[in-house]
């Protein structure tokens, strides 16, 4: 009713007021609201508004012993204007950043997502560290609260970079914010070269652990972005653990997001089992004939074990929203916490010069006996006066003038009448027992106290720099980074995918998919696969693979395609149907659009393949050519090498072969690859095979190569050098290209005889992807050194009772090429302590062996 009566108002008045008008503003002034008072932190003390409101509480109810959580939420409800569920929220979640609150309970568990108990059966109170940068009454701007009742902080006094050290996530009306955890330790080393000028650098470091990638993540600022993986182990070829989690994801979301990918035939496992408890441990049980290598890359591409976050550092400065990085707000921090030491410094000066001025004033009202003067004061003003006038035959105060001769004490200000009260309310008792000795050590303790904080002011940066080392003294120890910063390499999806589907064709009626089951299988093959086709007019095409698709009658080849890949090459001989010539050409095709039709022809009409074939590794056959019998032609019957050709782009026309019918076209003798070997590097970091150079260079490897590995355990593994393979480098002693005399020279402990041996062997082994151990099963047994170069010397160490041992050893020369499985010569009957391998020879003769003198400590021959 009211409201009517206001319409009819207003529509009197002249005054329309539109509903789009009210909206707008009604709408501006929400999103307002939200930006400032929800959503975003205010960049001088890095806390959004509940998180403040809570803190404050805690502190005014602040005991030292923990309270109820219910109670701090009903205490925070007299600042905070919204729900109890809201504040009880915000409430563990500063809790479990482990930072400022002390907690007790069950507060949740971040690794897992489980929730914290009911907020009655919780408690919580400020740590030490909270209570050291958080507050200061003195350095706070105050505001009423939202009903008028309380005063409450507009923003706290931080005296450290808070919120870079806990992070910050929150989503507002048109902008959002994403502060990304640092470490403790590294922000206060960072604050500190930041106030002596130096550069620093910050880079991100989560609770959970883990691994990240910071290449992209350009100062947290908008537009940058990390990348953060699980930590996973190799338990055994059948089983891989996980130990720590990447940032915001729990073991129950890690192991949803693995058991969707496995359902979806991204991954083959056989079952995950979640072990955790104190620590985080997740064992993936594969399925039988799975890579574990190829797995954890897999888990990377189509897991939570691998997720990407793009931090975004907006904050609230000067009531406005602002874009910002972690650089310029650790700079802001720094300084901000620099100018309240000065603010806090200017205060204590302040305290110490009222109390030097009132001590001074206490001793010459007693020492003087100025108090015996008011007896005969009749008025409370005469008492005033008769105090100020015996204080100034004593004291001279910056207002009164210096007379020539002026022996008195000179105040730093004024004496008002409030100094005159307050010594007219000393005591008689202490005037009695009043000892001048102890009251000019006080006073002169004041004076040094004063000496030491102008000092600080004066030193102001060196005061700041020395506030934060006592902050990294006190609370560093156990804050130091859990996090390992590393590189990650690019996971290509389609190499890593398991082979969850099987290619079908119909080659007469041109049809592929994976639901053709009646029809000629072609290979495994991926649900996110390409698949290319050749047809037998000399087109060809890529599609991505389904159930069934059409891609043109009479195919003569379907395969799976990878983009970018240069060495699977196509040999082609074609009719071109407008001059009757036959044209040669190889080519390769490592880009294309998809569903669109190309031409390995000049895409004339009755245009045709008369000869296709498909080499993933360029290599060139011979074929023998067959013109037709009516042909005039003197030679009807020739053989061509493909290898004369060169590699061309797909869009070349070719060589011409003949100008005559030819009757038919077959393979004589499959040839070699014409693109030579490809040299391979490891990456010394993640393990992973790549061809740009990164890492160690294994050799130059073709057709029919492996890879040679030594292991720490003592055993040896040939393995293919497929680009999707990757080695545990922690677990390598060797590893190198496979030339068919490899010799490997190893020094091991056997365990049973407690003897040094040393041996070197040929491989007799030549099955790939299975280790074979090369030293005995003994538990105590355990390899010392291995080397694949040809004439590898050692300097070896040993300590004999209390003497210690140093020796160099040309192996090839100590021993000669055995079998695998012998156990090798005796080179000691001591265990060696320390190896290192060198170049300049000082060799024993073969067979020889050492004696030792304990005494002298010196080996001798014999």
Partial sequence: MSDKNENTENQEEGKVITLSGMYENYFLDYASYVILERAVPTINDGLKPVQRRILHSMKVMDDGRFHKVANIIGQTMQYHPHGDAAIGAALVNLGQKDLLIDCQGNWGD???????????????????????????????????????????????????????????????????????????????????????????????????????????????????????????????????????????????????????????????????????????????????????????????????????????????????????????????????????????????????????????????????????????????????????????????????????????????????????IKLTEIKIKRISKYNSFKADEKIAQLEEELKEVRHHLDNLTDYAVAYFEN??????????????????????????????????????????????????????????????????????????????????????????????????????????????????????VPACTRDRIYNISKGTPRSKLLYF???????????????????????KQWEFDFKELAIKGRTSMGNVITKYPVRKVTLQSAGKSTLGAMKIWMDETSGRLNTEGRGKLLGAFDTGNHILTIYKDGSYEMTDYELTRKFEVKDIVAISKFEGDTVISAVHYEGSKGWTMVKRFNIATFKTDQRFSFISEDSKSKLLFASLDETPIIKYNMKVGSQKIEGELNLKEFIDIKGWKAMGNKFSDQRLTGIQQIQAPQALKPGDTIDFDIDSGQGELF
């Avoid at 119909?506 to 049809?511: R, V």
Wanted: hydrophobic share 35%.
């Fill in 471 to 588: 902050l990294l003294k006190k609370y560093g120890k156990g804050r130091e980074r859990r996090t390992k910063i590393t590189e990650f390499d690019t996971i290509n999806r389609t190499s890593v995918v398991a082979k969850n589907a099987k290619l079908y064709v119909n080659f007469k009626e041109g049809f592929i998919g994976t639901g053709l089951k009646k029809d000629e299988f072609v290979c495994d093959c991926s649900d996110i696969d390409d698949i290319v086709t050749f047809r037998k007019d000399g087109t060809y095409s890529v599609v991505k693979i389904t159930d069934k698709v059409f891609v043109g009658k009479n195919i003569i080849h379907a395969a799976v395609w990878k983009k970018g890949d240069e060495r699977t090459t196509y040999n082609a001989i074609y009719l071109d149907g407008k001059t009757g010539k036959s044209f040669a050409k190889r080519f390769n």
């Fill in 110 to 420: 971040i690794r897992t997502g489980d929730g914290a108990a009911a907020s009655r059966y919780i408690e919580a109170r400020l740590t030490k560290f909270a209570n050291e940068i958080l507050f200061n009454p003195q350095t706070t701007e105050w505001q009423l609260s939202y009903d008028g009742r309380k005063n409450e902080p507009v923003t706290l006094p931080v005296k450290f970079p808070l919120l870079l050290a806990q992070g910050v996530e929150g989503i507002a009306v048109g902008l959002s914010t994403k502060v990304m955890p640092h470490n403790f330790i590294e922000i206060i080393k960072a604050a500190i070269n930041h106030l002596r000028g130096k550069s620093f650098k910050l880079v991100p470091d989560f609770q959970t652990g883990g691994l990240v990638d910071v290449t992209d993540y350009k100062r947290g600022a908008r537009g940058g972005k990390i990348r953060v993986r699980a930590l996973l182990e190799e338990v055994d070829k059948k089983t891989l653990a996980i130990r720590e989690l990447p940032y915001g994801v729990t073991t129950t979301s890690l192991i949803d997001s693995i058991v969707k990918a496995n359902e979806k035939g991204k991954i083959k496992i056989k079952k995950v089992t979640d072990n955790t408890a104190k620590d985080v441990e997740i064992l993936v049980e594969l399925a039988p004939g799975v890579s574990p290598q190829v797995t954890m890359d897999a888990l990377f591409a189509f897991t939570n074990c691998e997720v990407s976050i793009s931090p975004n550092a907006c904050v609230i400065q000067d009531d406005k929203p602002l874009f910002s990085n972690v650089n310029d707000i650790l700079r802001f921090c720094t300084d901000q916490t620099k100018e309240l030491l000065r603010l806090e410094l200017k205060i204590k000066e302040a305290e110490l010069l009222e109390k030097w001025h009132f001590a001074s004033l206490e001793k010459i009202f007693i020492e003087k006996r100025i108090y015996r003067d008011i007896e005969e004061a009749e008025t409370w003003e005469q008492v005033l006066s008769v105090i100020r006038e015996g204080l100034d035959k004593y004291v001279r105060t910056p207002s009164s003038p210096k007379k020539r001769g002026d022996k008195r004490i000179a105040l730093l200000r004024d004496i008002t009448e409030e100094d005159i």
């Fill in 613 to 635: 074939s498909a080499n993933p590794n360029g290599e060139a056959e011979v074929v023998d050519i067959q013109l037709t019998q009516n042909s005039t032609a003197r030679k």
